[in-house]
């Protein structure tokens, strides 16, 4: 039963890293220079986002919910002691809603509330992305305490330092090349065909740099991390993957073939969610004290049979509505 | 602790706004959009897409300040989590799932025009009404535990033998989910029914507001004239459930049958008793008991560290009874002026006045349910102080939130003020008469 859970968890996590990710990617995409295209690019991402980006937001809510739900302790333990990043993680979930959603419906569509309104919204996607960052980084750094009486050792080394500074970026990376891939398809516009896919490929290489970055920063921590994963045949093998993956992405995307190049793209994500997965499976949280595990920190067995019986019935209602949505938007009518 | 309560009475209190608007509204819109499908009016139209445009914002607000709360829980009270989330939980997962298809609807809805069914496409509108006021329904169920503590045994400090199904369905979810759904209905209904009211005695297309009019007002009315009923079966429970509260909210110090109920008045709690209030000798017994001569107990039977604030209960309970029973009255004069068929201006005007009032009164009732409980976080079981995070420096927390709200209401008034001015110049325009 805890089984039924971990996978829904690692579902959610999977879809809305590359869902939610997307609309995350679109967000910073816009602060980033388009010249004349700027106005063509922010009509794209409206309609490519607007239906979908509130069910994506979903996949988080479902995560807490299960979390608190069914792991109460490994809940409460990244409430209390990631205190600060999930605050500023709400601060900008709350303003890059409203943002989005005040740029669309404002009654006067004046350009300089529209300048403010893109400006808020990419800024706080940018925010948000990079406190998912820190905060999956803090998962797995160890570093949470849950024994310390000092104010500094509870509530911020946890989370503050060189590694979740590192995954912070290469979260932001991953966020905008996702969207960039993505959006290539969005649009008939040739030109900002030409904008996304010239973004795609630089972001194809902030991904790998930063991606370094985060086993260099890991190493100047001296974390174990880095020389676990290299150790573990499962992650070295998930990263060679993804990583030879790269030179079929090239090929699709030189080649507009839209679809191949999203599958690729995103199967590259899925493997380095898999890899950072694959690392401290079965624990959730890696404390200074001890791993908080999955079965560790399960609630009672009745109080898991609801929970998997809400979110089986729930996938029934759920899954067959979102591959309508889906397919109502996202088919060239 | 005093700043973890602050931060959670704010958020709840922004968030129920935008709940009760996201959860009713979409009703009123679908039935706009019904006339249309039907009729095939431009007016209908023009007015469905109004309405979602205010669906849409509230709905957006709603959904993140809804995301902070979900968060909130763990962040402000994690002691209370750790042990009322087993017990709990299933309510929220039953809440998830719901927001979940809301979400899914309202884009479908939103961005679905001319890429469905008409008919399917109006469905859709439909489940975004459903989906919403289910999920109002779990999570008012979720809080109705926490006054009336189910589904578990508590030993020593934690739960054992937790069984969610009847933490689910405690003694208070059925009352509690009846009063808040009609509340919503009713707010919101009489809000959107205001504003109408003043667009059509300031503008030029009279049938047109007359007819958006009707629709939220027959919603409004209907729920307001059904709530003195579900709030009298809300009394019984709580003399039943949760005595200090009913004493606290009445202002009752002292254990007696043949109970007076106050109309008005301020509780002193010093000299524990009432002072300039009406007493209705007799009154509060019935409404508790359905007795005039019941003993009902007072705050003295309760040692008083464990007393709720009597002063705030009172009052606000006053307010939402108040505004309660007027809206009542107001929701028979409707009725009575849709069966003539003619709604004089005066009338139109106590509507306007009445715009903001439900929300107060909502606001109000929150005040009651959740200071009413203090100094309990779980009734009987545990303290609020007991459940406060040990994160120190939380005023900061929230002075933040209190900015970032004040600021996100602002702003919402002033973009909804905004499609207002922008509505009504083009309805005046397309639809005059």
Redesign the interface.
């Known amino acids: 039963m805890i089984e039924i859970l971990i996978g829904f968890i690692g579902a959610s996590l999977w879809l809305y890293i590359l869902l939610g990710g997307i609309d995350y990617g679109a967000g910073i995409l816009e602060l980033l220079p388009a010249g004349a295209l700027r106005e063509p690019r922010k009509q794209v991402i409206n309609q490519a986002m607007g239906p979908v980006w509130e069910a994506n937001h979903m996949w988080l809510i479902l995560i807490v919910v299960i979390l608190f739900m069914g792991f109460p302790g490994i809940f409460t333990t990244l409430m209390i002691s990631l205190h600060l990043p999930m605050l500023a993680l709400l601060l900008g979930i709350v303003i890059r809603g409203a943002a989005f959603t005040f740029r669309h419906y404002d009654a006067i569509q004046a350009p300089t509330s529209q300048r403010v309104y893109t400006l808020l919204f990419g800024a706080s996607s940018l925010w948000t992305a990079f406190w998912l960052g820190i905060i999956a980084a803090s998962l797995n750094r160890g570093t949470i305490d849950l024994e310390t009486r000092s104010a500094w050792e509870a509530y911020i080394l946890p989370w503050c330092g060189l590694y979740p500074v590192a995954v912070g970026l290469f979260i932001i990376c991953i966020f905008v090349f996702l969207a960039a891939v993505y959006l290539i398809g969005e649009t008939e516009d040739a030109a900002l065909r030409q904008h996304f896919t010239r973004h795609a490929m630089l972001l194809n290489w902030c991904v790998v740099f930063s991606g370094g970055g985060v086993f260099l920063a890991s190493l100047a921590e001296r974390q174990s991390l880095a020389s676990a994963f290299v150790r573990n045949p499962a992650t070295l093998g998930v990263m060679v993957l993804a990583s030879s993956l790269f030179a079929a992405l090239w090929r699709f995307i030189r080649a507009g073939r839209i679809r191949l190049t999203r599958a690729v793209a995103s199967g590259q994500v899925t493997l380095i969610l898999l890899g950072w997965v694959l690392l401290y499976a079965p624990n959730a949280v890696l404390t200074r004290q001890k791993p908080l595990s999955f079965y560790d920190t399960a609630s009672p067995p009745a109080t898991l049979w609801q929970l998997v019986l809400a979110l089986v019935i729930g996938s029934l209602f759920i899954f067959p509505s979102l591959i309508y949505l889906f397919r109502v938007f996202k088919m060239k009518p | 602790m005093m700043a973890a309560r602050a931060t959670m009475a704010f958020s709840l209190g922004f968030h129920i706004i935008f709940a009760a608007i996201g959860m009713t509204m979409p009703f009123f819109m679908s039935a706009a959009h019904y006339f249309f499908l039907r009729r095939g009016n431009a007016a209908d139209l023009e007015l469905t897409k109004l309405w979602m445009?205010g669906v849409?914002?509230f709905?957006?607000?709603g959904?993140?300040?809804?995301?902070?709360l979900?968060?909130?829980?763990?962040?402000l009270w994690?002691?209370f989590?750790?042990?009322a989330?087993?017990?709990i939980?299933?309510p929220?997962?039953?809440?998830?799932?719901a927001?979940?298809?809301e979400?899914?609807?309202?884009?479908?809805f939103?961005?679905?025009w001319k890429?469905?069914h008409p008919w399917v496409h109006w469905a859709t509108g439909l489940v975004v009404g459903i989906s919403g006021f289910v999920s109002g329904i779990f999570v008012v169920a979720a809080n109705g535990w926490m006054n009336a503590p189910s589904g578990f045994d508590w030993v020593n400090g934690a739960a054992q033998n937790?069984?969610?199904?009847k933490a689910m369905f405690n003694p208070a979810w059925a009352h509690q989910t009846l009063h808040m759904q009609l509340a919503a209905l009713q707010s919101v209904g009489f809000a959107v029914g205001g504003i109408h009211a003043f667009l059509y005695l300031r503008g030029k297309a009279h049938d047109f507001h007359l007819h958006a009019l009707k629709i939220a007002m027959t919603f409004g009315a209907a729920a307001a004239l059904l709530q003195p009923l579900a709030g009298h079966i809300a009394g019984q429970h709580v003399a039943r459930l949760q005595p200090a509260k009913l004493a606290a909210m009445e202002g009752h110090f002292e254990t007696s049958t043949h109970a007076p109920l106050y109309i008005g008045g301020i509780p002193d709690v010093e000299m524990r008793q009432m002072k300039w209030g009406i007493p209705l000798p007799g009154m509060l017994s019935f409404i508790a008991h359905d007795d005039f001569n019941a003993e009902v107990t007072g705050l003295d039977r309760f040692p008083e560290k464990d007393w709720p604030p009597v002063l705030v209960c009172h009052i606000a309970f006053q307010i939402m009874v108040g505004i309660g029973f007027a809206m009542a009255f107001i929701g028979l004069l409707y009725f009575w002026f849709l069966r003539r068929g003619v709604f004089p201006p005066w009338f139109l005007g106590i509507l306007v006045l009445f715009i903001p009032l439900g929300a107060v009164a909502v606001e109000a009732g929150w005040v009651v349910t959740e200071v009413g409980r203090q100094p309990w976080i779980m009734c009987g079981l545990m303290r609020t102080r007991d459940a406060v995070?040990?994160?120190?420096g939380m005023v900061y927390?929230f002075y933040?939130f209190l900015v970032?709200y004040l600021g996100?209401a602002a702003?919402?008034v002033w973009?909804f003020a905004?499609?207002v001015?922008?509505?009504q110049t083009r309805i005046s325009l397309k639809f005059h008469d």
Do not use: C, N
């Open positions: 445009k849409a914002i709905f957006a607000v959904a993140v300040s809804g995301t902070v979900s968060f909130e829980l763990g962040l994690p002691r989590m750790l042990h989330g087993p017990i939980g299933m929220f997962s039953w809440e998830g799932t927001f979940f298809l979400a899914v609807a309202i884009g479908l939103l961005y679905g890429r469905m937790v069984d969610p199904v995070t040990p994160v120190p927390h933040l970032l996100l702003a919402t973009l905004r499609q001015r922008a509505a």
